[in-house]
């Protein structure tokens, strides 16, 4: 299913005041997308509550948690899936007709404090998740500042004025790095 999404980068604080508001506004709920051991799923009421919000991990665009993004009201029901050593893994994506009301969110995220990772947001195809999207481009990204084809945080620019790479991965050459 083909995506608009937008790419980021932001603090954590960047992100915050943004994110707020549209709890506030946007009865919405957050599972991490992902292959898990258990059909239970992990739902977030607010982003607060998330793992090492605003930090990268493992330094990499590919390791950042993915979110989806929903309705209060709508149920997450993960999908079996048997693997081949035998057992069933349980799948929480966005690829099947069930999720296709959800919205992704990708937290941008600091790496050791030398590296800011981007983030990312798209819709999926339901009137919920265009809304949400609208609403994320109006809300979320106010006062970020457009730098080639990433939108860059308040926050996030200054770090950027000051030399701190805002990169895809801490292992990219700085070429990779996002230039004026």
Avoid at 36 to 44: I, K, L, M, N, V
Avoid at 129 to 144: A, D
Wanted: aromatic fraction near 16%; hydrophobic fraction near 30%.
């Amino acid at each position: 299913m083909p995506r608009k999404g937008i790419f980021y980068f932001a603090t954590k604080a960047d992100m915050e005041s943004g994110l707020e508001k549209i709890e506030s506004e946007v009865s919405i709920k957050y599972t991490r997308l992902g292959l898990f051991d258990s059909p239970e799923t992990t739902e977030y009421k607010t982003y607060k509550d998330f793992p090492d919000f605003g930090l990268s991990t493992q330094g990499t665009t590919n390791s950042q948690p993915i979110y989806l993004i929903y309705p209060s009201d709508f149920k997450v029901v993960p999908k079996e899936v048997p693997q081949r050593r035998g057992g069933i893994k349980y799948s929480v994506n966005d690829m099947n007709k069930q999720m296709e009301i959800c919205f992704r969110f990708v937290p941008s995220g600091e790496y050791e404090e030398a590296y800011l990772i981007p983030g990312e947001f798209s819709p999926g195809i339901s009137d919920f998740s265009t809304s949400l999207y609208k609403t994320f481009r109006k809300v979320f990204l106010k006062n970020f500042k457009k730098v080639k084809s990433y939108s860059v945080g308040p926050e996030a620019y200054q770090k950027f004025e000051s030399g701190i790479p805002l990169t895809p991965s801490y292992k990219a050459k700085p070429e990779m790095y996002l230039q004026c």
